[in-house]
């Protein structure tokens, strides 16, 4: 009977140990991620071509090739194609793609390689002045920025992330949109602080010190996603705001066949910010629009890349709009930024960081654990007790 209480003790013990060794090693114990060979190329073929650049970032896996390309001839516009092969290359045909008369200025070769293609078009800005404090964006608007009429600087390039910056005729400011590519999973630096993936890239965009054009002004972004059936955003809702404070919503604009194996995703925080450094107080929030089929051929003629790509693709375009009725208007601090995820297949998805889940698995764990000392103490009086009773005591 002691040999089996002992047995009995000795497995609650390898149990427990068992526990704790496991626990640790879904905390801490680290994988390999998903990598992706970048090779970056500004203007493949020319030196500097007139009317913006052209940048191209091929992202090599095992066995495919994703193609970023992002360029600034006409209004800003981010295209990614996803190819089947690891040896897929990017022509180009400069005499077509600065015509801009008609498409296959631009090539993914061999054609027959891609799988999926999608791009995103920055088409206009839109200020309105919101003398009642609604954030309605129904009326008073101003005449809009056309962003294929904007002064863009060129690129600049700093290791996997280009900066364009473009200002207009009657204001000091700037309208910047910063685009990275990665090679791996990892998360940004600054708020929203985003999932990304190595199919993924990020674009930031912001105002910094553009002149308002009242005293109250709100603004507008329109955005164009092209190849794809864009037809639906999908509001994802979380219990935790560790990365993003205060955001507890992940906003995603998916295309029809978006999967694991193809299709594409826009994805963003309804947030922006106030200013470049943030503190809680300065986010702001922000909404969209529902997605509305558009013209292939108009977003060819706002953008060369486009014109150079597609011949006559299905187009849905959407609008996000930041601030809310009683938020400050932009005036009060001339600037704003939104950050959004462009990729291929599955949005990533957020979850609890080692930290939560450690503080989780205390705070759930240790009734278990003082559970199983409570029993290992048990066992261990049990046997005591028993091997006493066995003891020889001597008779009177």
Request: overall charge negative; aromatic content about 10%.
């Amino acid at each position: 009977m002691a040999s089996v209480k002992k047995r009995s003790c000795s497995v609650s013990s390898l149990m427990f140990l068992f526990s704790v060794f496991s626990l640790s090693e879904g905390l801490f114990g680290g994988g390999e991620t998903f990598k992706r060979k970048l090779s970056i190329e500004l203007n493949p073929g020319m030196l500097s071509p007139p009317g913006g650049d052209l940048l191209h970032v091929r992202a090599v896996g095992d066995n495919d090739t994703l193609h970023f390309l992002f360029c600034s001839q006409g209004a800003p516009t981010l295209l990614l194609v996803h190819t089947n092969t690891i040896s897929s290359t990017v022509k180009v045909n400069w005499t077509q793609f600065l015509d801009r008369n008609i498409s296959g200025g631009l090539m993914v070769e061999p054609e027959s390689s891609i799988l999926y293609s999608n791009a995103i078009v920055f088409s206009r800005l839109f200020e309105y002045d919101d003398v009642n404090d609604t954030a309605g964006a129904t009326s008073d608007f101003f005449p809009p920025y056309e962003l294929q009429d904007v002064s863009w600087s060129r690129l600049n390039l700093s290791d996997s992330t280009a900066l364009l910056c473009g200002g207009t005729a009657n204001s000091n400011g700037s309208l910047c949109l910063q685009l990275s590519v990665f090679e791996s999973e990892g998360r940004g630096h600054l708020w929203p602080t985003l999932l990304h993936t190595a199919n993924s890239s990020q674009l930031g965009v912001w105002l910094d010190g553009l002149l308002p054009r009242a005293t109250r002004s709100r603004f507008l972004l329109e955005l164009q996603a092209v190849g794809g059936s864009y037809s639906q955003v999908e509001v994802h809702r979380s219990i935790d705001d560790e990365f993003t404070p205060s955001i507890f919503k992940v906003s995603q604009w998916v295309s029809a066949n978006s999967s694991s194996d193809g299709g594409g995703f826009v994805q963003w925080k309804p947030v922006a910010y106030r200013r470049s450094a943030p503190a809680l107080e300065d986010a702001t929030p922000c909404r969209h629009s529902e997605p509305r089929q558009q013209s292939g051929k108009e977003a060819a003629s706002v953008s060369g890349l486009i014109r150079a790509f597609y011949t006559d693709p299905e187009t849905f375009g959407l609008n996000v709009s930041f601030g809310l009725a009683g938020e400050p208007f932009y005036n009060s601090t001339r600037f704003l930024s939104w950050t959004m995820l462009v990729g291929i297949g599955s949005p990533p998805v957020d979850s609890f960081s080692p930290l939560v889940l450690a503080i989780m698995a205390v705070g759930l764990g240790a009734p278990m654990i003082l559970l199983l000392l409570g029993g290992v103490c048990v066992c261990v009086r049990k046997r005591t007790a028993a091997l006493s009773s066995m003891a020889y005591e001597p008779i009177n």
